[in-house]
């Protein structure tokens, strides 16, 4: 059953938002991208293998799937064959309106940043997309951290760049390894997914 009104909690000082999957709902064209990228290297690629790798930037991502799959494959061929594919897609993304409405509501009025495991370039361009370039001053990407969710050194980032204690941000995010990340860095947390309909594959 999906859960109506999302809200903040009243102790945020801070929020943090993951972009794919919880301000764009750009998960759809990652999957499809992802799934041909990998049948051309004899992989399929199962809506399970995506929501458990969903989070990891994109090179990473193709080396655990060499370590699932005993490949060889180069992570920059591959991951910048799937980063096309998406490219070429992502401009169809709508937005998530039950997250952006927060992102509109709270703009300006509480200090918020987007920590993401995607690239900088791409980030970008998708909040273009979605209509929210200007909402954010801060914004974490892959090329930022040394270490991915679930690590929280991303949103450990977003934290310190907006001057909130860790304890009083609130993190926004759909997956697995970031809700993960959101409380190893000891922070309030909600699954976005609870709130609309995901829809991933067939």
Known sequence: MIKKNLTINPKAKGLIFDLDGTLADTMPIHYIAWKNAAAKYGIDFTTDLFSQLAGIPLYPTVEKLNQIFGKTIDPKEMGDLKEEEFENNMHLTPEIKVVTDLVRKYHGKIPMAVGTGGSRRLSLKSLDIIGLSGYFDILVTSEDVSNFKPHPETFLKCAELMGVAS???EVF???????????????MVVDVTEYYKVTIGQ
């Open 167 to 169: 304890s009083d941000c």
């Open 173 to 187: 995010e759909d997956g697995l390894l970031g809700i993960q990340a959101a409380r190893t860095a000891g922070m």
